[in-house]
């Protein structure tokens, strides 16, 4: 069995990623998989893609790198240099 690490970028602490968790157990349940959410609001993530990445539409910048970049807490930093497979 292929073991996935996904990460989603979501609004909430806890209804998204309880979302995500039953979504997943109902449509993928026999994928194993491990889930890392990491929160920020669309508006804010929009404002700063358009103010300071504006070769992010090209496809040339990776969204995780830009998050990483911009995160002051160690363990959110550290969670976001992890490899993820989605």
């Known amino acids: 069995m292929v073991e996935r690490k996904l990460l989603f970028i979501c609004e909430g602490d806890i209804d998204e990623p309880n979302f995500i968790n039953r979504l ?20 804010t993530l929009a404002s700063v893609l358009k103010n300071n ?15 990483r970049e911009l995160e002051p807490n160690p363990n959110k930093k550290a969670m976001l240099s992890e490899q993820f497979t989605d």
Request: hydrophobic letters at 30%; a negative charge.
């Open 24 to 43: 997943m157990e109902k449509c993928f349940s026999s994928c194993k998989y491990e889930i890392y959410s990491y929160r920020t609001t669309i508006h």
């Open 53 to 67: 990445y504006s070769d992010f539409a090209d496809g040339d910048t990776e969204l995780k790198l830009i998050l």
